[in-house]
Protein backbone atom coordinates (compact mmCIF):
# COMPACT_ATOMS: atom_id res chain seq x y z
CA UNK A 1 0.00 0.00 0.00
CA UNK A 2 1.54 3.27 -1.16
CA UNK A 3 1.32 6.05 1.38
CA UNK A 4 2.37 9.94 1.18
CA UNK A 5 2.95 11.49 4.69
CA UNK A 6 3.37 15.49 5.06
CA UNK A 7 5.53 17.11 7.60
CA UNK A 8 6.64 20.32 8.89
CA UNK A 9 3.46 22.35 8.90
CA UNK A 10 2.80 24.78 11.99
CA UNK A 11 2.33 28.38 13.31
CA UNK A 12 4.75 31.31 11.86
CA UNK A 13 4.53 34.89 11.76
CA UNK A 14 4.15 36.81 8.68
CA UNK A 15 7.18 36.98 6.35
CA UNK A 16 8.52 33.80 8.23
CA UNK A 17 9.26 30.16 6.87
CA UNK A 18 8.66 26.90 6.51
CA UNK A 19 9.31 24.21 4.50
CA UNK A 20 7.18 21.41 4.31
CA UNK A 21 7.73 18.03 3.08
CA UNK A 22 5.98 15.12 1.49
CA UNK A 23 7.65 11.36 2.15
CA UNK A 24 6.47 8.47 0.24
CA UNK A 25 6.50 5.32 1.37
CA UNK A 26 5.35 1.41 0.38
CA UNK A 27 5.37 -0.09 -3.01
CA UNK A 28 6.67 2.03 -5.15
CA UNK A 29 8.05 1.64 -8.56
CA UNK A 30 8.28 5.47 -9.75
CA UNK A 31 6.73 8.76 -9.19
CA UNK A 32 5.80 10.99 -11.68
CA UNK A 33 4.16 13.94 -11.13
CA UNK A 34 3.72 15.65 -7.71
CA UNK A 35 1.82 18.68 -7.00
CA UNK A 36 1.18 20.70 -3.49
CA UNK A 37 -2.17 21.85 -2.81
CA UNK A 38 -3.86 23.37 -0.31
CA UNK A 39 -7.64 24.47 1.24
CA UNK A 40 -8.21 27.29 3.01
CA UNK A 41 -11.66 27.39 5.21
CA UNK A 42 -14.73 27.97 3.05
CA UNK A 43 -12.77 27.60 -0.30
CA UNK A 44 -11.86 25.09 -2.84
CA UNK A 45 -8.53 23.27 -2.85
CA UNK A 46 -6.36 25.00 -5.29
CA UNK A 47 -2.84 24.14 -6.66
CA UNK A 48 0.11 25.70 -5.32
CA UNK A 49 3.16 24.28 -7.09
CA UNK A 50 3.81 21.19 -9.50
CA UNK A 51 7.21 19.69 -10.32
CA UNK A 52 7.48 16.99 -12.98
CA UNK A 53 9.91 13.76 -13.26
CA UNK A 54 12.38 15.86 -15.55
CA UNK A 55 12.21 18.87 -12.66
CA UNK A 56 9.86 21.07 -14.31
CA UNK A 57 8.33 23.20 -11.97
CA UNK A 58 4.83 25.68 -12.01
CA UNK A 59 3.36 27.94 -9.36
CA UNK A 60 0.00 29.54 -8.75
CA UNK A 61 0.38 32.67 -9.21
CA UNK A 62 -0.20 33.88 -5.85
CA UNK A 63 2.90 31.71 -4.71
CA UNK A 64 5.20 32.47 -7.74
CA UNK A 65 8.48 34.04 -6.85
CA UNK A 66 8.06 33.04 -2.72
CA UNK A 67 7.66 29.39 -2.86
CA UNK A 68 10.11 26.60 -4.24
CA UNK A 69 8.99 23.03 -5.01
CA UNK A 70 11.58 20.14 -5.12
CA UNK A 71 11.84 16.79 -5.10
CA UNK A 72 14.13 14.07 -4.12
CA UNK A 73 13.71 10.52 -6.15
CA UNK A 74 16.01 8.76 -4.38
CA UNK A 75 13.95 9.31 -0.73
CA UNK A 76 10.60 9.49 -2.24
CA UNK A 77 10.17 12.86 -0.95
CA UNK A 78 8.74 16.59 -2.21
CA UNK A 79 9.72 19.44 -0.55
CA UNK A 80 8.05 23.09 -0.77
CA UNK A 81 9.96 25.95 0.78
CA UNK A 82 7.48 28.65 1.46
CA UNK A 83 9.11 32.17 1.90
CA UNK A 84 7.72 35.59 2.80
CA UNK A 85 4.32 34.01 4.04
CA UNK A 86 1.29 35.96 3.92
CA UNK A 87 -1.69 35.23 6.32
CA UNK A 88 -3.67 34.54 3.26
CA UNK A 89 -1.19 31.17 2.56
CA UNK A 90 -2.95 29.65 5.65
CA UNK A 91 -4.52 26.56 4.77
CA UNK A 92 -4.24 22.62 5.06
CA UNK A 93 -1.59 21.51 2.46
CA UNK A 94 -1.53 18.45 0.79
CA UNK A 95 0.82 16.66 -1.15
CA UNK A 96 -0.11 14.79 -4.66
CA UNK A 97 1.28 12.58 -6.36
CA UNK A 98 1.29 10.03 -9.72
CA UNK A 99 2.96 6.59 -8.73
CA UNK A 100 3.88 3.43 -9.98
CA UNK A 101 3.28 0.90 -7.50
CA UNK A 102 2.78 -2.46 -9.40
CA UNK A 103 4.84 -1.94 -12.73
CA UNK A 104 2.08 -1.54 -14.43
CA UNK A 105 -0.97 1.02 -13.88
CA UNK A 106 0.11 4.71 -12.53
CA UNK A 107 -2.82 5.49 -9.17
CA UNK A 108 -3.35 8.86 -7.47
CA UNK A 109 -2.19 9.44 -4.26
CA UNK A 110 -3.19 12.29 -1.46
CA UNK A 111 -1.33 12.46 1.77
CA UNK A 112 -3.35 13.63 4.87
CA UNK A 113 -2.35 17.24 4.91
CA UNK A 114 -0.69 19.44 7.19
CA UNK A 115 -2.11 22.93 8.88
CA UNK A 116 -0.26 25.81 8.12
CA UNK A 117 -1.26 29.46 9.93
CA UNK A 118 -0.02 32.62 9.45
CA UNK A 119 -0.60 35.16 11.98
CA UNK A 120 0.99 37.52 14.41
Known amino acids: QVQLVESGGGLVQPGGSLRLSCAGS????????MNWYRQAPGKQRELVAR???????NYADSVLGRFTISRDDAKKTVYLQMNSLKPEDTAVYYC??????????????WGQGTQVTVSS
Open 96 to 109: NADVLSDGILWRNY
Open 26 to 33: GRIFSINV
Open 51 to 57: ITSGRSA
